[in-house]
């Protein structure tokens, strides 16, 4: 059984940095792109990234180049999604996702980041 | 950017047929996926590549693709289809995933 299992919900301040994961398992993790949604309080769905974790091929969406780092670790069937200096507007859900040919046919169950002072 | 516009909400009465529109420019042209997402859950794939169903997804969700317009047909709606759907594509020219705003299905 195909599964994305993303990291615990998170609570920082503005200014810290943060990773959160996403572990894959029931599928070979090193041929399916891995990305990342946004969903931000009462909003609807951003596309992020995305990453190849076989050679860490790695592709932003222009709205996030610069703002997020999206990278993975074969080695554990693990990717990520880091912010080295949060913001307010950064309070979000975080889906991971599989992409098979142009879909996202599974995803993580999500990561809750809320950045408050 | 390429931009996929949805209406922000669509109502019907249970067992009547739900149609939520997609529209982008010549979106005939590339591939449909629709998502939906119940309240507190993460999204769903229930139709890709325009009209084709994912295992456990049942036969009432259809989907359609030309000129302008996708459409997700959801026939036979009942109270468990309340929630909301996006579509999405991928543009091969930005080489980026591209979602439409999501239309609240209400089921009445």
Redesign the interface.
Known sequence: EVQLVQSGAEVKKPGESLKISCKGSGYSFTSYWIGWVRQMPGKGLEWMGIIYPGDSDTRYSPSFQGQVTITADKSISTAYLQWSSLKASDTAIYYCVRREMGTFDYWGQGTLVTVSS | ?YVLTQPPSVSVAPGQTARITCGGNNIGSK?V?W?QQKPGQ????VV??DSDR?SGIPERFSGSNSGNTATLTISRVEDGDEA?Y?C???DSIS????????TKLTVL
């Open positions: 950017s591939s996926h998502y993460a999204p769903l794939l890709s590549d994912p909301d996006f999405q594509v991928w080489d980026h995933a591209v979602f439409g705003g999501g």
